[in-house]
């Protein structure tokens, strides 16, 4: 998946990778409590493969997971701060 930003920057995710970062109450946990993910070391076929991508609103994507999972909405600001490219991950490797 490819996201083209206004100021130019272009981010590509794949599949795995935003599945890990689901930001829902399950998977991220909530409230202090860690979710299902903290505790999970391997990701099955069924929770990486997506079936359909939605558009929430002007700010986000909703993805649905081949395995049911479909609860976890993620910003564009979420999206920008995961962006996975190397001038990215060395801003946050710098902070
Ligand atoms: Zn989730
Ligand atoms: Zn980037």
Redesign the pocket.
């Known amino acids: 998946m490819t996201i083209q930003w206004a100021d130019g ?1 272009q ?1 590509a995710y794949d599949f795995e990778l935003l599945r890990w970062r689901c930001p829902c109450a399950e998977c991220a946990g909530e409230a202090g409590l860690p979710g299902k993910l903290a505790s999970t070391s391997q990701l099955s076929d069924d929770q990486v493969e997506l079936t359909q991508m939605e558009a929430v609103g002007l700010f986000g994507i909703r993805p649905y997971w081949k395995d049911g999972h479909d609860t976890g909405i993620y910003g564009l600001s979420l999206l920008r701060a995961i ?1 996975p ?1 190397e ?2 991950a060395a801003l946050r490797a710098a902070h």
């Open positions: 920057h981010s962006c490219c001038e990215c």
